[in-house]
Nanobody, 121 residues
Framework: QVQLVESGGGLVQAGGSLRLSCAASGNIFSINAMNWYRQAPGMQRELVAGITKDDSTHYIDSVKGRFTISRDNAKNTMYLQMNSLKPEDTAIYYC???????????????WGRGTQVTVSS
């Protein structure tokens, strides 16, 4: 079994900061890319940031310079440091991981349940 659990969401004022965590646990052999997605009410889910096993990163333009994605491979944990938050960042943030199970032969995508981030003006 594999579980991805997000934490760190909450209510913050504009200009504030939050640090999200995603801990992967279970019968994991290897994790390739890990990603943060978000979905605001009435909007499609969008990729916010991604990071490869070799720490190559990608960000959507709207968060560049404000968000930093990182990972700790020894802990199978990914982080998203969010600074200078804006009301437009309000969404449910989801963890996503491309991983292979122990004894497996292929990679599958796994999702967390999400954590709510609300930024007040």
């Amino acid at each position: 079994q594999v579980q991805l659990v997000e934490s760190g969401g909450g209510l913050v004022q504009a200009g504030g900061s939050l640090r999200l965590s995603c801990a992967a646990s279970g019968n994991i052999f290897s994790i390739n890319a890990m990603n943060w997605y978000r979905q605001a009410p009435g909007m499609q889910r969008e990729l916010v940031a991604g990071i490869t096993k070799d720490d190559s990163t990608h960000y959507i333009d709207s968060v560049k310079g404000r968000f930093t994605i990182s990972r700790d491979n020894a802990k199978n944990t990914m982080y998203l440091q969010m600074n200078s938050l804006k009301p437009e960042d309000t969404a449910i943030y989801y963890c996503n991981a491309d991983l292979m199970l122990l004894g497996g032969y292929y990679y599958d995508l796994y999702w967390g349940r999400g954590t709510q981030v609300t930024v007040s003006s």
